[in-house]
């Protein structure tokens, strides 16, 4: 067991630190952003609260039609671009399949609490069940995905933490 946590390697007084611990200590602006997005992520509980016992159960709104289709355009938006990218061997293929695996997400969410009792219903959950969350579980997937073989991320991030460590701490040879 001991030998999971031994160095593989002594670094030498001139190696640099592992960019992983060069990662940890973040920086006084990296700092604001978190405090910026924890804050803002709190404050929205209250909001929610707000929002779910003051807003009517129904409204009217204006330009219906242009909000779900522009929805549905970037969609296919998305799974082209995550579709050719990922062809092409881009890793900024992860980057789309992320946003694309949210729009499907919240279509499926909304197509279903906005639909009518009845088959608008039925018809917003099989469009769910069978198209949008399926597409998006692949989205995610991708979004995600390590290949097995390497090690490695479609994106070439080493995941492989003692790799990265033995190729940070060895001696180079000159």
Same mark, same amino acid.
Not at 63 to 92: I, S
Not at 120 to 129: D, I, N
């Given at each position: 067991?001991?030998?999971?946590?031994?160095?593989?390697?002594?670094?030498?007084?001139?190696?640099?630190?592992?960019?992983?611990?060069?990662?940890?200590?973040?920086?006084?602006?990296?700092?604001?952003?978190?405090?910026?997005?924890?804050?803002?992520? @709190? %404050?929205?509980?209250?909001? $929610? *609260? +707000?929002? =779910?016992?003051?807003?009517?159960? /129904? &409204?009217?709104? !204006?330009?219906?039609?242009?909000?779900?289709?522009?929805?549905?355009?970037?969609?296919?938006?998305?799974?082209?671009?995550?579709?050719?990218?990922?062809?092409?061997?881009?890793?900024?293929?992860?980057?789309?399949? @992320? %946003?694309?695996?949210?729009? $499907? *997400? +919240?279509? =499926?969410?909304?197509?279903?609490? /906005? &639909?009518?009792? !009845?088959?608008?219903?039925?018809?917003?959950?099989?469009?769910?069940?069978?198209?949008?969350?399926?597409?998006?579980?692949?989205?995610?997937?991708?979004?995600?995905?390590?290949?097995?073989?390497?090690?490695?991320?479609? %994106?070439?991030?080493?995941?492989?933490?003692?790799? =990265?460590?033995?190729?940070?701490?060895?001696?180079?040879?000159?």
């Amino acid at each position: 067991m001991s030998a999971l946590y031994a160095p593989t390697a002594r670094p030498t007084r001139n190696a640099r630190a592992p960019r992983a611990a060069q990662a940890a200590r973040p920086t006084r602006a990296t700092r604001a952003v978190e405090s910026v997005l924890l804050i803002s992520g @709190a %404050a929205l509980v209250p909001w $929610l *609260v +707000v929002l =779910a016992t003051t807003l009517p159960p /129904t &409204a009217q709104v !204006g330009h219906w039609n242009v909000a779900w289709a522009g929805l549905d355009a970037l969609e296919a938006l998305g799974l082209v671009a995550t579709g050719l990218l990922r062809r092409r061997g881009d890793g900024r293929h992860r980057l789309t399949a @992320a %946003a694309t695996c949210a729009l $499907l *997400v +919240v279509d =499926a969410w909304f197509d279903t609490v /906005t &639909a009518a009792p !009845g088959t608008e219903l039925a018809t917003a959950l099989a469009m769910a069940v069978c198209a949008e969350l399926p597409l998006a579980v692949v989205c995610a997937a991708l979004a995600l995905k390590t290949d097995r073989r390497t090690g490695r991320t479609d %994106a070439g991030i080493d995941t492989d933490t003692d790799t =990265a460590l033995r190729s940070e701490t060895s001696p180079t040879t000159k």
